[in-house]
């Protein structure tokens, strides 16, 4: 796919997240919307997959460490053919469905890590990436993980761990978004100096606008020509990216669109339903 085509189909990704949402009447939006454009570029130009074979071996490994994100994924997921149901059949949340409020390994095809308790990506990323090295393969490991999200911990362990294995075959994107569910990072913790602190344990670090298809491109492409030393990309973006009503605005970090507010995303987005 060109550049345009993916901008197209982040948005039709948008589109499926917010109707996923709009019909299961719970959800997380806005954190869907802000990653829409790291996903297309992940699952439609640049991870080695087999929807046929989710299991595949030798696949690049995908994490999607805020988990809450997870509609704009199953959206993805379903685009490549992994699932046979409409994204309107999904039944978000429901009792018994495959499609839960955070991604499970073992109920959705896929899905390679189970997520929801937020500050484990990394960590586990990091695990996927040393077997990789140990079994001598030549898959990579993506994962992504939120601002907020940063604040755990567990998270500076695993990249310290990364650093530690010289783990070249580890890719993280940080949502750099400047929210959280209780509000603005900045107010909860202080600085989002991400690129610095990333850099002090040893990590390639670049930073870039995390809604340019080229830069996503060009920012991958770069961190995999970096060898010895794991590469976090800092994506700065914008919370409910794509819908006037949503962007930048915390309240929709969970919520439901009303009918007209659905229909208004439908317009928007360029969907036909």
């Excluded at 806005?30 to 439609?44: C, E, H, R, W």
């Excluded at 988990?67 to 685009?79: D, F, I, K, R």
């Excluded at 700065?236 to 009303?258: F, Q, R």
Aim: a negative charge; charged letters at 25%; one cysteine or more.
């Amino acid at each position: 796919m060109n550049t345009e085509q993916l901008k197209q189909l982040a948005d039709k990704l948008r589109l499926d997240a917010v109707e996923m949402i709009y019909r299961g009447k719970d959800g997380h939006p806005g954190p869907a919307l802000s990653i829409a454009d790291i996903i297309t570029v992940l699952y439609f130009d640049e991870m080695k997959i087999r929807p046929k074979e989710p299991g595949w071996e030798d696949r690049d490994r995908f994490i999607l460490s805020k988990g809450h994100a997870c509609t704009v994924y199953y959206a993805a997921l379903s685009e490549r053919g992994y699932f046979g149901e409409k994204v309107e059949d999904f039944q978000l949340r429901g009792l018994g469905s495959k499609f839960q409020g955070h991604p499970v390994m073992n109920k959705t095809k896929g899905v390679d890590m189970t997520s929801g308790s937020l500050g484990n990506g990394i960590a586990i990323g990091a695990g996927m990436a040393i077997a990789g090295k140990h079994e001598e393969k030549t898959y990579h490991v993506f994962v992504i993980t939120g601002d907020g999200e940063l604040q755990e911990g567990v998270c500076w362990e695993g990249v310290n761990a990364a650093a530690a294995h010289h783990l070249d075959n580890l890719i993280v994107f940080a949502d750099r978004n400047g929210w959280q569910s209780g509000g603005t990072v900045e107010e909860t913790i202080g600085s989002n100096n991400l690129k610095e602190r990333f850099e002090a344990f040893g990590w390639h670090a670049q930073e870039i606008d995390g809604h340019d298809i080229e830069a996503i491109k060009g920012a991958i492409a770069e961190a995999k020509s970096t060898k010895g030393r794991p590469s976090v990309i800092i994506c700065d973006c914008m919370k409910g990216k794509g819908l006037p009503y949503m962007e930048n605005d915390n309240a929709w970090h969970k919520g439901v669109p009303s009918e007209e507010q659905y229909k208004e995303a439908v317009r928007i987005l360029g969907g036909v339903k």
